[in-house]
């Protein structure tokens, strides 16, 4: 009997009893839920990453057009330009035609009562 008691203990290992299961489980859902999280900041990182890759190209061609544009203002030709397109001005003894944007006229007709006092609500 004694023998056969020694055998059936044996047979139960730490690995069979029902709380070892128990805690395997806990452990894969806590590996589990680590490399969800893993996978989380990794992919806000890679968004984030590719979001300050984009504003680095548009940086970047911004700077390349502001320095054109300096280099242009530092030639004589280039402030001239600038000048005149800015300011509207000349050389002396040149003539300057300003045109401005057309703005079609008003025309006075012949309002009715109503219209003039809805013109009137709408000023205020």
Known sequence: ?????????????????????????LVA??????????YKRYSFAKKERDLAAFELEDVSAKKELISKRVENLQSESGLTFELRKRFGVGETGEELLILEPYKPAEINSQKSFWQKIKRVFEES
């Open 29 to 38: 859902v806590g590996l589990f839920s680590g490399i969800l999280e893993a």
């Open 1 to 25: 009997m004694i023998s056969s008691r020694f055998k059936k203990e044996k047979r139960k290992t730490i690995l069979h009893h029902p709380l070892s299961f128990v805690m395997l489980f």
